[in-house]
């Protein structure tokens, strides 16, 4: 099966920094990686995803670089706000096959 | 439009008990999943049907059974309660042939004595 490591485990930025979180996956024939962000009590949640066949993918203040060839990707936040303090999950996928997720990385804005 | 639902939200078992989670979605999503979250582990995949009548292991399915019996409904069954079984599991969802994004229902949070 696939292995998806994520890090750091936590990181705590100052409001208005930017942050990032690295996740490295083993099989090569995934292709689609999205990211979860988690809030406290609450179910996981879509902020952003990116296929193989594309290298980055902006949304406003984060975006999603990915490469293949290293087999690595990184999901990048600007201008961090105190709302963005939540629980962030990477995942790898097939075509029609079961999600892999990494382990998470609890992300602390300080105002 | 409620989306994903999990019945209940908490819960309580002595070990050897057993019980049903239920998840329900609105979706009319063909694909659904059942997760537990553990501490430090992330989430991880239990069992899961890609439609009716149909399911499938994932990467922790022993001592779980599903069933798929209506599109709209999956539910998790547990029918001896173990204390490595206390977590929180999420039901999740999603359509087909994609979007692929995955919609997440609340949460249960079972713990086991």
């Known amino acids: 099966g696939e292995n998806v490591e994520q890090h750091p485990s936590t990181l705590s930025v100052q409001e208005g920094d930017s942050a990032v979180i690295k996740c490295t996956y083993s099989?090569?024939?995934?292709?689609?990686f999205p990211w979860y962000k988690q809030e406290l009590g609450k179910g996981p949640q879509l902020i952003i995803d990116?296929?193989?066949?594309?290298g980055e993918k902006k949304d406003q203040r984060i975006a999603v670089t990915l490469n293949k060839t290293a087999k690595h990707f990184s999901l990048h936040i600007t201008e961090t706000q105190p709302e963005d303090s939540a629980v962030y999950f990477c995942?790898?996928?097939?075509?029609?096959?079961?999600?892999?997720f990494g382990t998470g990385t609890s992300l602390t804005v300080i105002p | 439009n409620a989306g994903v639902t999990q019945t209940p939200k908490f819960r309580v078992l002595k070990t050897g008990q057993s019980m049903t989670l239920l998840c329900a979605q609105d979706?009319?999503?063909?694909?659904m999943y059942w997760y537990r979250q553990d501490p430090g582990m992330g989430l991880r995949l239990i069992h899961y049907?890609?439609?009716?009548?149909?399911?499938a292991k994932g990467e922790v399915p022993d001592g779980y059974n599903v069933s798929r019996l209506k599109k709209q409904n999956f539910l998790l069954g547990l029918e001896s309660a173990a204390p490595s079984q206390t977590s929180v599991y999420f039901c999740?969802?999603?359509?087909?042939?994609?979007?692929?994004?995955?919609?997440f229902g609340p949460g249960t949070r079972l713990t086991v004595l």
């Open positions: 099989d090569s024939a995934s292709n689609y």
């Open positions: 999740a969802s999603r359509l087909a042939g994609g979007p692929y994004e995955q919609f």
């Open positions: 990116i296929r193989s066949n594309v």
């Open positions: 995942a790898a996928s097939k075509p029609g096959n079961q999600f892999y």
């Open positions: 049907s890609v439609g009716e009548g149909t399911t």
């Open positions: 979706m009319n999503h063909e694909y």
